[in-house]
Each structure stands twice: as C-alpha cells, then as structure tokens.
C-alpha cells in the first residue's frame, strides 16, 4: 500500500466514508455542457462527446453573440441525450458552474459531471471515465471526482491505470453525487483560492512539496487562483479522492499545453510511474505557518503599489534571462 493511499484511508476513516456504497453500473449520469459563443469550438467538442453513449447532457449556456445563442435548439445528437437547455446564464462561470451542479442534483444524477465547450475527447472516453470509480474502489480508495483531462503536473501519484491528482479542475470532471452536493455547500469557502493555500493543505494533509510547478506559481511568491482551484483540496479533505485516467483521453482547443502551462499530458508510459513531487519537511511546514501572517501583510502591501511590483518582477526576469540568480522575493 503506497503512502497516499494510506494518508486517503485514514481520511476516509475520519469522515466516515465508505468505498462498500459505490455503484456504478446502473448510475444515471448526467454532465452539464457549459458555453459561452466559440461556435466552432462548441461543434468540435460536442461531436467529439457524441461518440459515446449512456448518459444526460444539460446545456447550460451563457452566449452573447446571435449564433451562439441559436446553436443549443439546432443541434441532433445522436447518442447522448440532451434533455435541458438553460440560455441567459450570466454571471461568469463559478456562478454558472453552481447552477449546473444544482440542477444535475435536483434531477436526481447519481454522478454529477461538468464539460467546458474547449476540448476535443477519444473515442471511450466515457467508460473509461467511469471505469476510474471502480478502480479506484478496488485499491480501497473513494473515489469523489474523476476526469480523462490529465496533465503531468497535475499529478500526485500515477498508479496502475489512474492517477491520484492535486488539481482536477472544472473543464471536464465527474463527480459523484455526494461529493458534488458537498462541493455545492461550501462552494463559497473556495474564495480567495492562492497558490500558497494550496501549498499548505497538501504540505500539511500529505507531506508533498508542490513548490516546483510552475502553471501554479508563475514565478511568484503567491498567486490568486480560480475557485476550482479549490476543488480537490476540500474533497480530499472529506474523504473523497480526484483521480485522473492513464493516459489522458482529450486534447485542449484553446492553448497550447506545453507552451501555456510548461506541462504535458499525461501518456501510457506514466502508468504506475509512482509518485511525483518530494516530501516536505516538518521544519519548512512551520517556517510556513509562522511567516504566512507576516507574508499576506507584506504581499497586501506590495499589491497596493504596482510600480514598486513591477519594478521587482522585471528585475527578477531580467536576472533569469541572465542565468543569474532570483532576487530573494521568489519563493526560497
């Protein structure tokens, strides 16, 4: 049993959460298919959904332009099932992503999932979506949200056939129902999600050092992130586990990931590569906890004038370029 696994047990055995419950089989699914114009985008990522069949879909729309509002009552599909179509959303996406897990749930879903209109999917991408609840029921591990969008550097551990991540995301993933009801209730607590507060939780809950990725700092002493940010560390948290496919069954439309996100996504030869990023002190873990007050002053401080931060940033990019060393208001 690896260490992760042992870290999940003792979490689930905390929140009382069981793998015995799962069933998968005869779930009823249903995903919400978020859009927003990008027509095109929209074609290619909804033809590409379409090669498999077995669940709902409920689009949720929040399109401006004449084609895009037009496009959810134009559309045959002809596996999926589209059984609501909901315009006018507006209010960016958290607010958006809210409306559709309460929806899924009021409907009744066993499995909660959400899809962004960006992305182009593999043929068997929905049975091995759902195929990632029982593997990871078979390791012992309750599985809360699941994804075939996988990035390396989001990965805390690949195991046989899956991987344990840190960051699932919100442009593709399936959650279970009580997980999904649980991300609705304390959706709010994901406000002011930073790259420090996510260092924390995993330093803190799993002993892992994320101080290495760079699509999560960005060269950065701390940086503010989305809400979905959030989404892994509070249902780890719970008990529940985000695990990705092995390898990773869509391919992004709208950036490049290797020149975006300085990462790749995640192939067949990750398949039970271990665990990834290094364990963190117990020291570093205090040091942290003692200059985080100090730190969130000094970081308010600085934020406050621009001049002075961009001054910085640009010196510390100069320096690099250079080969020279980051002045010392980068991370140590």
Excluded at 27 to 39: E, I, L, N, P, Q
Excluded at 270 to 277: K, L
Aim: aromatic share 12%.
């Amino acid at each position: 049993m690896s260490y992760y696994q042992n870290v999940l047990k003792s979490l689930q055995a905390r929140n009382g959460e069981s793998v015995a419950s799962l069933h998968v089989g005869d779930a009823r699914v249903g995903f919400a298919f978020s859009t927003k114009d990008r027509v095109d985008f929209t074609t290619s990522t909804l033809a590409s959904i379409d090669t498999e069949g077995g669940f709902d879909l409920i689009w949720v729309d929040g399109s401006v332009t004449p084609e895009g509002r037009k496009m959810p009552y134009q559309v045959k599909l002809r596996h999926a099932q589209l059984v609501e179509i909901h315009s006018d959303i507006r209010g960016g996406p958290d607010r958006a992503i809210c409306f559709s897990l309460k929806r899924l749930l009021d409907l009744g879903y066993d499995y909660c999932g959400l899809i962004e209109n960006d992305m182009i999917f593999e043929p068997g991408w929905y049975s091995t979506l759902l195929g990632l609840f029982a593997r990871t029921a078979a390791d012992g591990v309750r599985c809360g949200a699941a994804t075939v969008r996988g990035f390396r550097s989001r990965a805390l551990e690949y195991r046989r056939g899956y991987f344990l991540c840190w960051n699932v995301g919100a442009g593709m993933v399936l959650f279970s129902r009580r997980a999904a009801q649980l991300l609705l209730d304390q959706y709010q607590t994901l406000a002011g999600m930073t790259a420090r507060r996510v260092w924390r939780f995993y330093a803190e809950t799993f002993g892992v050092d994320l101080g290495g990725i760079w699509d999560m700092w960005c060269e950065a002493p701390d940086r503010p992130l989305g809400m979905d940010w959030g989404y892994s560390p509070l249902l780890y948290r719970h008990g529940f586990a985000s695990v990705g496919s092995i390898p990773s069954m869509t391919c992004d439309l709208e950036f490049d990931v290797e020149l975006l996100l300085r990462t790749q996504y995640v192939t067949a030869d990750q398949d039970n590569a271990g665990t990834v990023w290094p364990r963190v002190s117990a020291a570093r873990i205090l040091q942290k906890r003692i200059e985080d007050p100090f730190f969130k002053i000094g970081w308010f401080g600085l934020n406050r004038m621009p001049h002075l931060r961009n001054r910085i940033a640009a010196a510390h990019k100069a320096r690099t370029s250079a080969g020279k060393p980051a002045i010392k208001l980068i991370r140590s």
